[in-house]
Structures are given as C-alpha cells and as structure tokens.
C-alpha cells in the first residue's frame, strides 16, 4: 500500500490526532484556570463571619473566592442568588420559610427544598446551631420591672422599643409579634448594629436580637422568654444555587453540624469583645476542626488598613467617575437639544426630578433584578441621579443668556450650530459646570450605598463598621468619602478657571 498526505487513511488519522490534541489542550488549558466561586453574606456580624469561614474553606481548596459581603435585606442577597450573582450565603430556615417562601409552620429542610424547586436555589444540611429572634433588654432594669417574658413586656405601655428595619416589616417579626401578643406600644426603626448602643445609652429599652449574638453579654442584655412559643427555629444553613457544582457542594458540607449555639456565641464573641477581624476568627475556627491549617491559611492574617483603603478608594472613584461620565454624555447633548422647546425641556426636568426623589437604597434594590448585582447596577443607579444637576444645570444656563447677545449672533449671520459653539455654550459653561460639579459631590456621597448590593467602594467599611458598631471602620469609608469630595471640589475649581474666562467668573473682575 502506498501512504501519501493524501491517502484517505492517513488523512483521517491526522485529523483523528488533532482532534485528541485539540482534546487535551482545552483539558490542560481548563485545568490551569482556578476554580471561582463567588460568596455572599448580609449585613450583619454572624453572616459576615460565616461567610468568611466558607471563603477560606474554599480558598485552602483552590478556589478563586469573589467575596460579595454586606448586602442588606433578605430579598437583596435572595435574588442575587436566584440570579447567580451569588453561589452561595448563610440563610436561616425560618426566615427561608416565613419571609421568602411563606410557608406555614415548622419547615424541615426537605420541606424546603421541595417548595425551592422552581427557584434553581437548595439548602444544604444545617450548620448545627439555632440563631432564633428575640426580645433583648438591659438585664437591670428588666429586674427593676420584674419581667422576664415577653408577655410581661405587653404589660409596659411607656418602654421605649426599637427595633432593626427588617424586624419591622417581616411576618415572623414586630407584625407577627402584634398579632400574637397584642402589643400597642409603637417601635422606631433603626439599623441592627446600632440598636445596642442606643440600648446601652438610654435611647431604647427594648431591641430585636438573634439568640447567638457576641453582644449579648458585652451590653448585660437579658433575652426575654418567648412564652407562646412566636419565634420559629432559625438554624444557620448555606443556600446555594442548584447548579453548583458537586465538588463545591461537598467542600461546604464538611461544616455541617459543627457549629452548637454556645459555639457560635464564642465565635461571634470573638468578633464583638475581643476586636479580632472575621478573618481572624474564621481561620481560628477552621484550625480549631482540623479543616484547615491556620498557616495555610493567608486569609486569616489581618492585612494591612492601606491595601484595602487603596483597593476601595479605587472602586469608589471608578463608580463615581464612570457615572458622571455617562451623565455628561446623556444630560448635556439632551440639554442642548431640547431647551428651546418650554414643554420638552420641563417634561425631561419633570422625569429626571422624579427618579431623584427614589430613596437611593430602593432604587440599587430595583436595579438587581435587571443588572444583578455588583457595580453594575450601582453605576445605573448613579447615572440617574447625576442626570437631574447636570441637566438642569445645562437648560437653565442655556436659558437664561441675555437675549441681546442672542440677537447680536443672529445679526452676524451665525448658524445655530455656530451660535452654540462660539456664544451660547461659552456663556453657560460656568452653570453648566457647576451642575456637573454638583452631580459629582451627590455621586461620591450616594455610592457609599452601593456596598449594600456588593459593588464594593468606600461603603464597604462603613457597612461593616455598623454591623460591627465599630467607629472606626466607619470612619475608614466616612473620612476618605469626604475627602474624596473635597477634592472634587478643588479639580472643578481649577477646570471652571482654565476653561472659563476670567471676566466670567463669578465674583471676579477681569485684569
């Protein structure tokens, strides 16, 4: 037989080869890829640290881990894992029963499961503890009214109660809480992290708290019996996306029914009375089981302050500048092309004043099942707010020029186009910046929400540092935001001077 390139043997031979080659390139090329795995938590200390326990987990496994921490509401970071925003975070399955899928009664995890199934989401096996509500009271005066359950409590018309947000609205929280009891004192809402410290000052008297809280014994809280048995259980469970991979699944599953409810108030306490970081406290965790080795671990080391206040300083301008920029290029052409007509101009001003009045955390919220979550919907979100200075700023200058100079082109025989360029625009450019100026100063200060639906930035320890009750992680985010501002203002200052000409200036005579 004669064997050529030809042959159509040989032929199907090298094409077989390739085929493998091309086989085995993809598969190495794969498997040089790290695994990802994007983790998710709410607001809140224990969330943040078992959020933190499963990153590391994953990490020590070979995991790229995206850390989405903070997110606040229950709905928020749901979505964002029904959306695949999120692979995985901590649920408790009595808020999974009564809030998302309000189901009667006492779920089991099959249960549960069952009524997930069309919503590409699963619960895997418990954690071990149970983090159930509960009423919290300074332990001195609860024994100066003699009380101890919450029935008693019914019987306290002048005790000041406030409760964290989502308590509020929840049917397994304050409306529940009515129905069952029959309270009639009217509660203020306040943010979960700061309501302990409003207890320890004489603000409230009664808050909303989990079972297995570090600040229970840091404040001296008493919880209040739950006579009628209100409260479902609430055991601390991942909720993953169903599509997660098996691999994936059996990683967290190695944390299932090590965490008792004394262990997990030791592990919070850590957090809350000894200072330490979730890092640190998640990689003590993980070393303390034998999961991992704790000089395996670098998550587990505190980082330096400097790296992550760079890293989200960074984040932070890059939302805000990406935001203004898009409100420039909408707001101003739009703004020149329709402030002549009275109508157009006031219906534009009457829409963008409308999405202004949006309550900048409902909006980020709105956004996620359109963007999902992360910088994406923060910078839209952004985008609508910039639009109404940068706009309004735009018609109202462009309105307002003498109309004697508008004539005066005319006169000279300049097209409109000709007019915009060498008279109008240079006339209005001193408001016009202004308007871009302020939409800058409101883009800085409203992205520090944008932590709360994972888009990261300077909002990030502010988040943390509430849920926390920490200033100064509060003061990490706070301090670099309004510098961040101030300096906004100075870098106009000096575009208004070199682009504007001096006699134009506000409050300075030409030289």
Excluded at 88 to 117: F, H
Excluded at 367 to 393: T, V
């Amino acid at each position: 037989m004669k064997w050529s390139i030809a042959n159509p043997l040989v032929l199907s031979v090298l094409r077989i080869l390739m085929m493998s080659l091309c086989l085995i390139a993809n598969t190495a090329m794969a498997g040089d890829e790290p695994l990802s795995i994007t983790v998710g938590s709410k607001n809140f200390n224990e969330n943040y640290l078992l959020a933190e326990v499963i990153s590391q987990l994953f990490e020590h496994a070979g995991y790229e881990v995206d850390r989405k921490f903070g997110m606040t509401g229950t709905l928020i970071i749901y979505e964002a894992l029904r959306t695949k925003e999120v692979d995985v975070y901590v649920e408790y399955t009595g808020t999974l029963g009564q809030v998302i899928l309000n189901y009667d009664g006492e779920p089991s995890l099959e249960n549960l499961n069952a009524r997930l199934t069309g919503e590409a989401v699963e619960i895997l096996p418990s954690f071990g503890f149970n983090n159930t509500y509960a009423l919290a009271i300074k332990r001195d005066y609860a024994d100066q009214l003699g009380i101890s359950t919450v029935s008693e409590l019914v019987t306290q018309p002048d005790i000041e109660m406030g409760f964290s947000i989502e308590f509020l609205n929840r049917a397994d929280g304050w409306p529940g809480l009515v129905s069952a009891y029959g309270f009639s004192q009217q509660p203020t809402g306040m943010d979960h992290g700061l309501a302990y410290q409003a207890i320890d000052d004489g603000t409230i008297d009664v808050t909303d708290a989990f079972s297995t809280d570090g600040d229970l014994d840091r404040y001296d809280l008493q919880l209040l019996e739950d006579d009628l048995e209100f409260f479902p259980h609430y055991f601390g469970a991942p909720l993953i996306n169903a599509e997660l991979p098996v691999d994936a699944r059996n990683i967290i599953n190695r944390l299932a029914g090590l965490i008792d409810d004394a262990r997990m108030r030791d592990l919070n306490g850590r957090v809350m009375l000894d200072g330490k970081s979730f890092a640190e406290v998640a990689g003590e965790f993980l070393a303390e089981e034998g999961l991992v080795a704790l000089s395996d671990n670098i998550s587990a080391t505190a980082t330096s302050i400097w790296p992550r206040l760079w890293r989200n300083t960074l984040v932070h301008v890059q939302l805000t500048l990406i935001a203004l920029l898009l409100g420039c290029a909408v707001g101003l052409p739009l703004g020149i092309t329709i402030y002549r007509s009275r109508r157009l101009s006031r219906s534009m001003l009457y829409i963008a004043g409308l999405l202004q009045t949006v309550p900048s955390i409902a909006l980020l919220a709105l956004m996620i099942p359109l963007f999902g979550i992360g910088q994406k919907p923060a910078i839209i979100a952004l985008f609508m707010y910039s639009l109404l200075p940068i706009l309004r700023s735009t018609i109202t200058a462009l309105l307002t020029i003498d109309p004697v100079l508008k004539r005066v082109a005319e006169a000279l025989g300049m097209t409109r186009i000709q007019q915009l360029v060498h008279v109008l625009v240079p006339l209005a450019l001193p408001n016009v910046l202004t308007g871009v100026k302020t939409a800058a100063i409101i883009s800085i200060g409203t992205a520090t929400l944008a932590a709360f639906i994972g888009a990261g930035g300077l909002g990030e320890p502010i988040v943390t540092g509430l849920a926390l009750n920490d200033t100064s992680l509060i003061l990490q985010g706070a301090i670099p935001a309004a510098g961040l501002a101030i300096l906004t203002e100075l870098l106009f200052d000096v575009l208004e001077r070199s682009l504007v000409k001096p006699h134009m200036l506000v409050g300075q005579l030409p030289t």
